[in-house]
């Protein structure tokens, strides 16, 4: 039986390929380059990106994680 976190983490990387409409081997060598580069998961990626596009588009001033500067 697959693990809870194993499966979240293949759902995840359907829907990143689902919604950028890359290929599976495209989507696992985005993953790499997250990795690699920004040392962080596709999740926290996305997330960091989406918070940062919020607060430069509305008044929200949302909140980064403790290692954001």
Do not use: C, W
């Not at 359907?14 to 962080?40: G, M, N, P, W």
């Not at 998961?41 to 918070?51: A, D, G």
Request: glycine share 2%; hydrophobic share 35%; no cysteine.
């Amino acid at each position: 039986m697959k693990s809870p976190i194993k499966i979240l983490r293949g759902d995840f990387m359907k829907d990143v390929t689902v919604a950028t409409k890359l290929s599976i081997k495209d989507t696992e060598r985005f993953r790499e380059i997250v990795q690699i580069h920004y040392r962080t998961t596709v999740s926290e990626y996305i997330r960091r990106l989406v918070v940062d596009f919020l607060n430069q588009h509305t008044e929200l001033n949302l909140k980064g994680d403790a290692n954001d500067k």
